[in-house]
DNA sequence: TCCATATGTCGAGACTAATCGACATATTTG
DNA sequence: CAAATATGTCGATTAGTCTCGACATATGGA
């Protein structure tokens, strides 16, 4: 990931409603949710979450399908992980002895159970 | 972490400078830099860098101490950490299978020798 | 104490972002 | 094709950010 798109996507996630739209679109992972139901969710004008999406939407956070009528969000989950990956890896910077730590602290919140991560990469 | 204090991190990363300033210091740990030292590398004016080292010192994301006439800056590394973590965790949101390839995909990245996390946290 | 060095604060101008009413476009239904 | 629904675009206003000159504060040394 390069910086400038590094910064699209901190840019995008450092305004409230943008980062709730986007908790909210991962919580709905992986049905995604109508511009609509976003916008009644969020109590937002349609047209004022209508530019937050374009925002999301070209920081590569979230990504838009036609569906009928509606156009249906959804959370780019690619995008979460090279962001933190970014964040991470570029704190090595060829310095594993930092980095290390990092991931060491990050590895035990989502592995509740063993085979979680073979499972899931199956999707 | 608390979705404010992400806010202001992500907010202080999203402008060029302060992500260079923030990687330049990360590189420089943990003996950290002096401010002008900082700014004269970046080719910024004194005050307008010290604006940014307040903005990042805001967010929490790095750290000042006054030695003698100077004032040395560090990154401070439970701060990528924290993020990183609100950015993982937060895809959890009670949901390991959403949660665990992304920490599969980030771990091998900075683990190239065995031991390498034990050895680190000794720090 | 006076001067040099190192950094921070204030204020103004330029630029950028956020919000929302009004209008435009796309899709489905009658 | 006309009307209803769902969403996007435009333009104006307001608010916030970035930058930097000028000034202020803090430290060390002559």
Do not use: W
């Amino acid at each position: 990931m390069e910086s400038e798109q590094a910064i699209l996507a901190f840019a995008a996630l450092a305004q409230s409603t943008r980062l709730d739209v986007f908790r909210l679109l991962i919580e709905h992972e992986p049905e995604g949710l109508p511009a609509g139901d976003i916008a009644r969710h969020m109590a937002v004008p349609h047209n004022t979450m209508s530019t937050h999406l374009a925002v999301l939407t070209r920081a590569g956070l979230i990504e838009a399908e036609r569906h009928s009528r509606s156009i249906i969000y959804r959370a780019k989950l690619d995008a979460v992980r090279e962001l933190a990956g970014y964040l991470v890896k570029d704190c090595c910077g060829g310095r594993p002895e930092i980095c290390a730590p990092l991931i060491a602290d990050l590895t035990p919140c989502c592995t509740p159970r063993n085979g979680a991560i073979k499972e899931a990469a199956h999707d």
